[in-house]
């Protein structure tokens, strides 16, 4: 080769040694290259990345092993660079108990959606709180883990769960009920901060029927035991039933209280005293449950019900009232069986006013107490005063209620007359607020006036005697219905009427 060739060579030698060390060579300078008989692939061969060199040597490894679950890498591996570490093979997964967030500026692939247990911060049970009878609160205890909530409903045991609403609160109001279904809801809480995790579905049954039944005419201890239990279901929150006593055959005497237990002030109501008077039973059963499904109808009665819980004793005998409505053979105690036969002498007790044991509950209680009468189905005051358990259970209350509740007045239902009893000579404040409250009730119910009446017993033992001069607590006493005792079930609608919003009506008088 002659000078001028070699020099040409050395020329080219140093512009390619330059190219390889700042980047790819032109093609114009390829040419060149290729003319001079160099071997340009070779030469760019040079170029490929360790990286590159270490897929392919595991691919070799893989393809002689034939194992496919994991991939080996040579013994002798080059470290890449930070830009090069984006086309290495993803290392093998490692457990962690929740994603790690990115960071901000970072993007990453979404996460796949998983299904993660987030108890027991997790919703756990579904509360229902009435709003009227088409329309429902939903409500469950609030998770702290829960970015949102979804709530599905479907009418129960029909088609599929459909997706109501995506709420930030632990509570759902539902305003697009049927009256007379039952729904089902599921309610799921989901955490998207770091994932979606959602935590296990939780279910509640509502059923917009109505609770109390009042077409029939034997409201029973059983009928409203099982009232209170469902209405405490339906309604949870803001009715709570209490158990204050039993009575002489062991049947519980309740104490429902309806509206905030911690309110500053509180109202009594009382029924059913006399055995055979149940339908005044029947008739504060119905207006706790009136006043529950409307409870947030506006603002103005559940305000009213912050301020001053209502406390119902629905059936204050239900020994006489299970007498009355199924005789003494329905009694359980043996030794109480017997008792009552002999008492009776085989008259009918279907006007059987006692309790279980022949004592007028009426006349029982700790207020100028005399003896009289004697044991059957009206009239004997027992041998003392507060003799009776169901007596005891019922001052017990009354009691507590004066003393740490704040007790406002007492509205106590007996039937027939269709008259209201008040109270004169209690002067000062305690005439004046009696006198409001009885002459709103007379407002209301139309009830006349009870001056007239005289009673054989003459206040003696009697309940509102007791609220009045013991208690010094504002208190009236209603007698509802006009034909018989026990009322006709035909008769209830005009009473309902006449005494649906006597106790609200009583409660805001005193807020």
Not at 179 to 196: E, H, L, T, W
Not at 312 to 339: E, F, V
Not at 430 to 440: A, G, H, M, N
Request: aromatic share 8%.
């Amino acid at each position: 080769m002659n000078r001028r060739k070699r020099w040409n060579c050395f020329v080219l030698a140093v512009v390619l040694l330059l190219q390889m060390c700042c980047g790819e060579m032109p093609r114009s300078e390829r040419n060149m290259a290729a003319e001079f008989g160099m071997n340009v692939n070779k030469v760019y061969a040079s170029d490929q990345l360790p990286a590159d060199k270490s897929k392919k040597a595991a691919k070799r490894m893989e393809n002689i092993s034939g194992n496919t679950e994991s991939t080996a890498l040579p013994a002798k591996t080059v470290t890449p660079s930070a830009t090069e570490t984006a086309q290495t093979t993803t290392p093998p997964a490692v457990e962690s108990p929740s994603p790690v967030p990115s960071q901000p500026g970072q993007t990453s692939e979404p996460q796949p959606t998983e299904v993660v247990d987030m108890r027991p911060e997790s919703v756990r049970s579904i509360y229902f709180c009435g709003r009227g009878r088409h329309k429902v609160m939903v409500s469950w205890k609030k998770s702290e883990k829960a970015s949102y909530y979804l709530v599905y409903r479907r009418t129960a045991g029909q088609g599929q769960y459909t997706q109501r609403a995506r709420v930030q609160s632990a509570k759902y109001l539902d305003h697009s009920l049927v009256s007379g279904r039952k729904y089902q809801y599921k309610v799921i809480a989901v955490n998207d901060m770091d994932g979606v995790r959602k935590s296990d579905a939780v279910t509640g049954t509502y059923n917009n029927n109505t609770i109390v039944h009042t077409g029939h005419q034997k409201y029973s201890y059983k009928e409203m035991k099982g009232d209170i239990e469902s209405l405490q279901k339906k309604y949870h929150g803001i009715v709570k039933a209490n158990v204050i006593g039993k009575s002489e055959d062991g049947r519980n005497i309740y104490d429902v209280v309806v509206g905030n237990p911690k309110a500053s002030k509180t109202l009594l109501v009382v029924a059913n005293l006399h055995a055979r008077e149940y339908m005044t039973s029947q008739l504060c059963m119905d207006q706790i449950e009136y006043y529950l499904e409307n409870y947030y109808a506006g603002e103005s009665w559940k305000k009213t019900f912050d301020h001053i819980a209502v406390h119902y004793i629905p059936m204050a005998n239900p020994d006489g009232t299970t007498i009355s409505q199924y005789g003494i053979k329905a009694i359980r105690s043996a030794s109480l069986r017997k008792k009552l036969y002999k008492m009776n002498h085989g008259a009918s007790t279907k006007i059987w006013k006692s309790n279980a044991r022949g004592v007028d509950l009426n006349r029982n209680y700790p207020v100028r107490f005399r003896h009289q009468g004697k044991r059957g189905n009206m009239g004997y005051s027992g041998p003392k005063a507060c003799s009776e358990s169901e007596t005891r259970a019922i001052k017990g209350l009354t009691d507590r209620l004066t003393s740490s509740h704040n007790l406002q007045g007492v509205v106590s239902y007996h039937a027939m007359g269709s008259i209201i009893f008040g109270g004169s000579g209690l002067g000062g404040k305690l005439q004046k607020d009696t006198d409001k409250l009885y002459y709103q009730t007379r407002r209301i119910t139309g009830y006349a006036s009870a001056a007239s009446y005289h009673s054989s017993s003459g206040g003696d033992g009697n309940y509102l005697t007791y609220i009045q001069n013991i208690k010094r607590v504002p208190g009236i006493t209603l007698e509802i219905g006009r034909i018989t005792c026990p009322g006709p079930a035909w008769e209830y609608p005009s009473i309902w009427k006449k005494n649906k919003m006597v106790v609200i009506r009583a409660a805001k008088l005193f807020v």
